[in-house]
């Protein structure tokens, strides 16, 4: 079944940095002289199989998690993201400012590397409004499936077991944690010079303004993920 997912895809050369890492790019999928590609060979050892769980969603910052849906319902998706947007006053801007640990460990086990950012207020609020507007289309995600083969892995926090039943996803509202994902997983020995030799190449994108929304697609399991339709401010 189709999944959907509402992501911030940049544009430029932080963009072509991120996806010549990753080995996938969302803008041209059938590009395949990716820019960049000394990247990794800036990072030592570099095996294809550290963005072996990352590579098929490209270089993305998710606003709202991946659900499946009914491709029937693409339409009025379309029109929620478009109205939603719309409500947003120019002058309120949606920026991301780089955390003080900016290249980090993500995930249950730490593998997955990331470029952390905190959000500017306007895009919390984006955030929000369309997990809870979107959710009536939704038919389950990853994280509904795992919290019921294995409801004791949430126990601990209430209020994710609550999302989790409400908006199947606990990385949602307070949670919101705005990242790109680079390798996941890494098992690589050298985690302190992979995280150097990062924060030199990405150092430079200490800000960024988010210009716009992308509705992005997985046709079946395993597919790679495509941009269905980018929306602008």
């Known amino acids: 079944m189709a999944k959907f997912a509402v992501y911030f895809v940049p ?6 940095l991120g996806s010549s890492i990753l080995g996938y790019d969302l803008r041209s999928p059938i590009r395949r002289d990716l820019a960049r590609p000394e990247v990794r060979e800036r990072l030592q050892g570099f095996a294809e199989d550290w963005t072996s769980r990352c590579k098929q969603y490209g270089f993305h910052m998710t606003i709202t998690d991946s659900m499946t849906f009914r491709m029937g319902d693409i339409a ?8 939603i947007l719309a409500c947003f006053s120019p002058r309120s801007p ?3 400012t780089a955390e003080e640990d900016f290249v980090d460990f993500f995930g249950p086990d730490k593998s ?3 470029l952390k950012y905190a959000a500017s207020e306007a895009l919390k609020i984006l955030h929000a409004v369309l997990v809870a507007r979107l959710h009536p289309y939704a038919l389950e995600s990853g994280f509904l499936r795992v919290y019921l083969k ?3 892995r949430f126990a601990e926090e209430a209020c994710h077991v609550a999302r989790i039943k409400k908006f199947f996803s606990p990385t949602i509202f ?3 944690a705005p990242h790109f994902t680079l390798l996941d997983p890494y098992t690589g020995e050298d985690r302190e010079g992979l995280m150097e030799v990062l924060g030199r190449v990405f150092g430079e994108f200490e800000q960024i303004t988010v210009s716009g929304v992308c509705l992005l697609l997985q046709l079946a399991p395993g597919q790679n993920w495509i941009i269905y339709r980018e929306f602008s401010r």
Request: charged residues 30%; glycine residues 4%.
């Open 150 to 152: 294995n409801q004791e």
């Open 11 to 16: 544009q430029g050369r932080f963009y072509d």
């Open 112 to 114: 997955a590397v990331v």
């Open 94 to 96: 949606f920026t991301l």
């Open 174 to 176: 307070d949670s919101y």
């Open 76 to 83: 009025q998706i379309e029109h929620e993201i478009e109205d």
